[in-house]
């Protein structure tokens, strides 16, 4: 009989994870969710108690949830993507990926439009109007790379840079989807 924390999988490896790859995957989780969610601006949010404070007209921007945050992001990254294009680039199943476009349109983040040559398709693609959004979103992101990675040296940011892009190309091939 074998103990469980010696157990090998098929890839020749331990079957328990190390203490080190069960935090950096937390991590990884944690800065997911932090990176997915489209934060309001502050100066959004004073024009919104303003307006609230002067009684005038116009609703709150929906704060997205971080699921539909991604998928945004993903629809950015592409341009245009159906609703199975997208439920396969986010790694989730087409039903949830149906939910996620929904609170998407809800929002006004999303147009979808009938395909010309197979009206059965169904094509997703940014509001330009939400698209400013997304990009504030991506220059947040940037700003907190950057400063991050600001008091590593360059053979660590390379490592950063590699670890980031082998733990892709691992998921990716586990998902099924091409880089």
């Known amino acids: ?16 994870l190390s203490d080190e ?19 309001r601006t502050d100066d959004e949010e004073a024009g919104d108690a303003a307006r609230n404070g002067t009684g005038a007209s116009g609703p709150a921007s929906p704060v997205l949830s971080s699921h539909a945050a991604r998928a945004a992001i993903h629809i950015y990254q592409y341009r245009e993507r159906t609703v199975g294009q997208l439920a396969s680039g986010l790694g989730i199943s087409y039903g949830w990926a149906s939910r996620v476009v929904e609170e998407l349109e ?3 983040y999303v ?5 010309s ?21 991506f ?4 700003r907190a790379v950057e400063d991050a990675l600001d008091p590593l040296s360059e053979s660590e940011r390379e490592a950063v840079r590699a670890f980031l892009r082998r733990l892709t190309e691992l998921l990716r ?6 880089p």
């Open 1 to 16: 009989m074998t103990d469980d924390t010696s157990a090998e999988t098929s890839t020749g490896r331990n079957a328990r």
């Open 21 to 39: 790859a069960l935090e950096t995957s937390r991590l990884l989780v944690v800065l997911l969710h932090a990176a997915y969610a489209i934060r």
């Open 106 to 108: 809800a929002a006004d």
């Open 111 to 115: 147009i979808r439009e009938r395909d």
């Open 117 to 137: 040559d197979d009206r059965r398709v169904v094509r997703l693609r940014l509001n330009p109007a939400k698209l400013k959004d997304v990009e504030r979103a």
């Open 139 to 142: 220059e947040w992101h940037g």
């Open 173 to 178: 091939r586990d998902q099924g989807e091409r």
